[in-house]
């Protein structure tokens, strides 16, 4: 199991552990809020039924004008509100209204079960007898926790002293709808953000995987030896870890690279250094006019294809130390290739060759005009070397969806096919057939290292009918 799913489902636990305990408090204080707040109207309701049942007790029938206020709390219970509270319909007032006399015998009992009983000893009574405040919850049903009914009871005053008490209740079954709708918005929300938690701690999972997998990657290319730019963006110690992947990348090269191109330019000019030596010991000797002039032009030759070779090696160089193209722009294929055949007229010209473009040339890569424009010259300079006098030279331009491809095709004799796997070595080179000499063994390489530098590569292979196409592969 990899880091980035370690990670998900740890912190997916940790997230859906917190949240499930901070939900279940909220659902569990759902009913005993719903009962406080219903206790507090409760208080307001004994209160305002107390100073108006102490307009009916008095001297009159019994101390007590029962007819006047039974009938206004039994108009108020056959009430029919008709109201929505947040989706829940309220059709009835269902509560329940008994009055006592100082002593907590029941003046009145809107239920009409308890007239007469004495209620001194229930806890609301008692207490408001006391002068405290006086509340209690009981059930109907013992054995049924939603058979609990709450009451609330205020003292009824006459001159400043007690004459009774008025107590509400209102069963706790009336608030179960609230209590239930209360507990299923809890639950969405819950769900809700268990699923926010789970895409957030996705999101980073796949940032961080993304992350990781480009680090993996930059490292396998650097293993590999292939150009590679160090990724960015990462954040934090991602950065700092890819930022010393990048250092130690460009430490371990810089070792390599110094070391390779001292044994590789030395062992390339120790052929014409030899040859130079040899002809200035034979100048010394003092020939004739003719030798003389034969070994100067010799030791210029020598002079000329030392000066090419470090020239070819520093392009080369230059190019191999690029991680990305340094000037970037929209190239249209097509005026690439029309400049690069252009520039090539004169050797074109002197062994009547000519070079047929073809293809989409319409097509446009973003990359660095200078390298392209290089890299394809020495695809054409391959092939004019290679094509007998008077053949046609083939560039192609094409591709597919996702990729570019510039394709030379010349019609000469090819490569010898142990030869194709090192063509694209440094200092590897063939004999040119009109010439038998050989080039510098820079060109191919160069041509590779200058698309490995656009994120591409190039490849050559002998066509089926006979001569040589190398091509350049580009993203698009």
Same mark, same amino acid.
């Given at each position: 199991?990899?880091?980035?799913?370690?990670?998900?489902?740890?912190?997916?636990?940790?997230?859906?552990?917190?949240?499930?305990?901070?939900?279940?408090?909220?659902?569990?204080?759902?009913?005993?809020?719903?009962?406080?707040?219903?206790?507090?109207?409760?208080?307001?309701?004994?209160?305002?039924?107390?100073?108006?049942?102490?307009?009916?007790?008095?001297?009159?029938?019994?101390?007590?004008?029962?007819?006047?206020?039974?009938?206004?709390?039994?108009?108020?219970?056959?009430?029919?509100?008709?109201?929505?509270?947040?989706?829940?319909?309220?059709?009835?007032?269902?509560?329940?209204?008994?009055?006592?006399?100082?002593?907590?015998?029941?003046?009145?009992?809107?239920?009409?079960?308890?007239?007469?009983?004495?209620?001194?000893?229930?806890?609301?009574?008692?207490?408001?007898?006391?002068?405290?405040?006086?509340?209690?919850?009981?059930?109907?049903?013992?054995?049924?926790?939603?058979?609990?009914?709450?009451?609330?009871?205020?003292?009824?005053?006459?001159?400043?002293?007690?004459?009774?008490?008025?107590?509400?209740?209102?069963? *706790? @079954?009336? /608030? !179960?709808?609230? +209590?239930?709708? &209360?507990? $299923? =918005?809890? #639950?969405?929300? %819950?769900?809700?953000?268990?699923?926010?938690?789970?895409?957030?701690?996705?999101?980073?999972?796949?940032?961080?995987?993304?992350?990781?997998?480009?680090?993996?990657?930059?490292?396998?290319?650097?293993?590999?030896?292939?150009?590679?730019?160090?990724?960015?963006?990462?954040?934090?110690?991602?950065?700092?870890?890819?930022?010393?992947?990048?250092?130690?990348?460009?430490?371990?090269?810089?070792?390599?690279?110094?070391?390779?191109?001292?044994?590789?330019?030395?062992?390339?000019?120790?052929?014409?250094?030899?040859?130079?030596?040899? *002809? @200035?010991? /034979? !100048?010394?000797? +003092?020939?004739? &006019?003719? $030798? =003389?002039? #034969?070994?100067? %032009?010799?030791?210029?030759?020598?002079?000329?294809?030392?000066?090419?070779?470090?020239?070819?090696?520093?392009?080369?160089?230059?190019?191999?130390?690029?991680?990305?193209?340094?000037?970037?722009?929209?190239?249209?294929?097509?005026?690439?290739?029309?400049?690069?055949?252009?520039?090539?007229?004169?050797?074109?010209?002197?062994?009547?060759?000519?070079?047929?473009?073809?293809?989409?040339?319409?097509?446009?890569?973003?990359?660095?005009?200078?390298?392209?424009?290089?890299?394809?010259?020495?695809?054409?300079?391959?092939?004019?070397?290679?094509?007998?006098?008077?053949?046609?030279?083939?560039?192609?331009?094409?591709?597919?969806?996702?990729?570019?491809?510039?394709?030379?095709?010349?019609?000469?004799?090819?490569?010898?096919?142990?030869?194709?796997?090192?063509?694209?070595?440094?200092?590897?080179?063939?004999?040119?057939?009109?010439?038998?000499?050989?080039?510098?063994?820079?060109?191919l390489a160069f041509v590779r290292e200058v698309a490995r530098v656009h994120g591409g590569d190039a490849d050559f292979a002998n066509a089926p009918e006979g001569g040589a196409q190398a091509r350049i592969v580009l993203p698009r």
């Amino acid at each position: 199991m990899n880091i980035a799913i370690r990670f998900f489902i740890g912190y997916f636990l940790i997230v859906g552990l917190a949240a499930w305990f901070v939900l279940n408090i909220f659902a569990r204080e759902v009913e005993p809020g719903l009962r406080q707040a219903t206790e507090d109207t409760l208080v307001d309701a004994a209160n305002l039924l107390a100073e108006f049942a102490a307009e009916h007790l008095g001297p009159g029938d019994g101390g007590f004008e029962r007819d006047r206020f039974a009938t206004a709390v039994r108009r108020a219970q056959a009430r029919v509100p008709r109201a929505d509270i947040y989706g829940v319909p309220k059709t009835a007032v269902d509560f329940r209204v008994y009055l006592t006399d100082a002593r907590g015998i029941v003046l009145f009992d809107s239920e009409g079960s308890a007239e007469g009983a004495d209620y001194s000893q229930w806890r609301d009574v008692a207490r408001v007898l006391r002068g405290e405040y006086g509340a209690r919850s009981t059930r109907d049903d013992p054995a049924d926790p939603n058979s609990s009914v709450m009451y609330v009871a205020a003292p009824v005053l006459l001159d400043g002293r007690l004459a009774g008490v008025v107590s509400v209740a209102k069963p *706790a @079954a009336a /608030l !179960l709808p609230y +209590a239930d709708q &209360a507990r $299923d =918005r809890v #639950r969405r929300a %819950g769900w809700l953000l268990l699923g926010s938690s789970a895409l957030i701690g996705l999101a980073f999972t796949l940032w961080l995987t993304w992350s990781l997998n480009r680090l993996r990657d930059y490292a396998r290319a650097v293993a590999r030896g292939d150009k590679a730019v160090a990724p960015t963006g990462g954040g934090g110690q991602l950065s700092e870890l890819a930022r010393a992947l990048a250092e130690m990348r460009a430490r371990l090269d810089g070792k390599q690279y110094v070391e390779h191109y001292v044994q590789s330019l030395a062992h390339e000019l120790k052929s014409p250094l030899t040859a130079v030596r040899g *002809a @200035a010991e /034979l !100048l010394a000797e +003092a020939p004739s &006019a003719d $030798d =003389r002039a #034969r070994f100067v %032009g010799h030791i210029g030759e020598q002079a000329e294809r030392m000066q090419l070779i470090i020239d070819r090696l520093l392009a080369l160089a230059r190019v191999e130390q690029l991680q990305a193209p340094e000037a970037l722009a929209e190239i249209a294929l097509g005026e690439l290739a029309a400049e690069v055949v252009a520039s090539r007229q004169p050797q074109l010209a002197a062994r009547g060759l000519q070079v047929d473009i073809g293809g989409e040339g319409e097509r446009r890569v973003r990359g660095d005009r200078f390298l392209l424009q290089q890299a394809l010259a020495n695809l054409v300079d391959n092939a004019i070397d290679f094509s007998p006098p008077g053949a046609r030279i083939g560039l192609t331009l094409g591709g597919d969806a996702s990729h570019h491809v510039i394709t030379v095709r010349d019609h000469g004799p090819g490569a010898p096919e142990f030869a194709l796997p090192q063509l694209f070595e440094r200092f590897y080179s063939l004999p040119r057939p009109a010439t038998g000499r050989k080039s510098t063994g820079l060109g191919l390489a160069f041509v590779r290292e200058v698309a490995r530098v656009h994120g591409g590569d190039a490849d050559f292979a002998n066509a089926p009918e006979g001569g040589a196409q190398a091509r350049i592969v580009l993203p698009r």
